[in-house]
């Protein structure tokens, strides 16, 4: 059977801050996926009590998600093939423009990933429209329902690509160390932080679309117009603020904006981005085409001069 090839999971997105993320022309996700992955841990009555966790109402395929599987898609360095897992996921994808939901359906027993940190995963892996439902029977980080999410869409005839998912990882890792450093300060929240990073994503890849270049410069006014807007430029540290560009600019040498502006709405983001920010991304294209301009203006005086992170 000819696989097809996909950009996939997140956990994004997405929804963009409140909205959602449609998909375009150009995901080519496997469509009609309602598929569950188990972890291998879970005793008989822990499987009956995780599948009623995750809203099973009908018979539909049933996969297990193990070691091999966190080495494969997770981290080679962090796991093993003998690594229990019990953090389960059911993943069913929706109708085109339905944008994805991330319900975590046991939050207390899933300590390290939050929902937006999965959305987050999702939208730079690639996954645009579909419900995720994660839930585990013991405390656990929720790698394993990660990893599950990714095995679902290989076994269901995709082929999840390493660039975008370790990429996916990655992203998760550094804003979940930033929540952690920040439990405990005022005005913060882990979902302003994801609907930051979302929209700085969305900003950039709607500047790849309008054939911008993108260096480390739009990267960093885009983060700090994303946090901003979500009252947290006073909040972050410097060094936090950095990881974010870090994290960003990593993303776009690994060309993931350009991928995304193929694969979400980025005249839907655009409106969205508006309404919030009262005019904002008119001022985010001015800025964009300041830059234009001065990189044009030098490059002419220079013309003239010469010639006249169990899961």
Known sequence: MKKILIPIVSLLVL???????????N?????????????????????QQTLASLGQTKEVPLYTTDGNDL??????TDF????????????ETKEQGSGIDVEIATPSNITSITADQYKNAAQTAGITDAKITVASVIPIDGSGALAG??????????????????????????????????QNVE??????????????????AKAASEGQKINKE?????VNTALKNQGLDQILTKDQVNQIIELLTMLNNKNIFDQLSK????????????????GLWGKIQQFFSNIWQSIQSLFGKDSTQATNESN
């Not at 995709?158 to 979940?176: C, F, I, P, Y």
């Not at 739009?218 to 885009?222: G, H, K, P, R, S």
């Open 15 to 25: 929804t963009c801050f409140v909205g959602k993320i449609e998909a375009s022309e």
């Open 27 to 47: 995901n080519t996700v496997p469509k009609n996926i309602n598929v569950i992955a188990l972890g291998n841990a879970l005793t008989q009555d822990q499987k």
């Open 71 to 76: 080495m494969k898609y997770i981290s080679k």
């Open 80 to 91: 093993n093939a003998n690594w229990q897992v019990y953090s389960s996921v059911h993943l």
């Open 149 to 182: 999410v990714y095995k679902i869409v290989e076994e269901s005839g995709g082929q999840v690509d390493a660039t975008r998912t370790q990429a996916a990882q990655e992203e998760m890792k550094v804003l979940n160390e930033i929540t952690s450093e920040n």
């Open 187 to 204: 005005g913060y929240s882990d979902e302003k932080l994801n609907a930051a990073q979302e929209e700085a994503k969305e900003m950039l």
């Open 218 to 222: 739009v990267v960093t006014e885009a």
């Open 263 to 278: 694969e979400i709405n980025l005249d839907d983001i655009k409106n969205q981005l508006e309404a919030k920010s009262q």
